[in-house]
């Protein structure tokens, strides 16, 4: 069972980006999906979760500038934003509660470039 992010890299400020986090392996359900990030030089700092009928939380720093969802199907989630800014610089985790058990990903860099 592991989790897999991607989606990082450089990408200029203003731009739009989405990160995947995939579920894989065997396991029989997927309840919450989310995201944590640390910035350089900061600790790692909530996000946004989405529970597995669709319900979603905030951090409230991120309200209206990111949007969490998710494809039950796919046993992915994403994390997006349509535009970046030089504060969205940071690893990128995401976390999936798998069958009772917390998994985490290997994170992924998001670097915004000026």
């Known amino acids: 069972v592991q989790l897999q992010a991607s989606g990082g890299g450089l990408v200029p400020v203003g731009e739009p980006l989405r990160l995947s986090c995939l579920a894989s392996g065997n396991f029989e359900r997927i309840a919450n999906m989310g995201w944590y990030r640390q910035p350089p030089g900061k600790d790692r700092e909530f996000v946004a979760v989405?529970?597995?009928?669709?319900?979603?939380i905030y951090e409230d720093t991120v309200k209206g500038h990111f949007t969490i969802s998710r494809d039950n199907a796919k046993n992915t989630c994403y994390l997006q934003t349509d535009t970046l800014k030089p504060e969205d610089s940071a690893v990128y985790y995401c976390?999936?509660?798998?069958?009772?058990?917390?998994?985490w990903g290997q994170g992924t860099q998001v670097t915004v470039s000026s």
């Open positions: 976390y999936a509660q798998l069958d009772g058990t917390l998994r």
């Open positions: 989405i529970t597995n009928d669709g319900t979603t």
